[in-house]
Nanobody, 116 residues
Framework: QKPLVESGGGLVQPGGSLRLSCVAS????????MSWYRRTPGKERELVAV????????NYADSVKGRFTISRDNAKKTVYLQMNNLKPEDTAVYYC?????????WGKGTLVTVSS
């Protein structure tokens, strides 16, 4: 079983919205901090948003603050990224990450394309 599986990516016009989901399995989800990263060719991996375990504290990259919202549902073992007012520069592969102490799990990513 894959520890993290992302979904929800796709093609959207500038100004549109998408919600990404990441479903966890095989570990105690509620004890892990969760985050979303993104990667674009020519740029290093960027931390987009993070939410603490078990929830309540969030942080965002300046580039997405006010537009993106990270949330989690521990009963469903799922973390979400609501993306509003999308811009072409948001185009990237988005990765879900779980971390606790020295442990890290990664999904394989979901592609978000914001066309102009």
């Amino acid at each position: 079983q894959k520890p993290l599986v992302e979904s929800g990516g796709g093609l959207v016009q500038p100004g549109g919205s998408l919600r990404l989901s990441c479903v966890a399995s095989g570990f105690t989800f509620s004890t892990y901090d969760m985050s979303w990263y993104r990667r674009t060719p020519g740029k290093e991996r960027e931390l987009v948003a993070v939410i603490s375990s078990p929830g309540g504290t969030t942080n965002y990259a300046d580039s997405v603050k006010g537009r993106f919202t990270i949330s989690r549902d521990n009963a469903k073992k799922t973390v979400y990224l609501q993306m509003n007012n999308l811009k072409p520069e948001d185009t990237a592969v988005y990765y879900c990450n779980a971390f606790r102490l020295v442990i890290n799990y990664w999904g394989k990513g979901t592609l978000v394309t914001v066309s102009s």
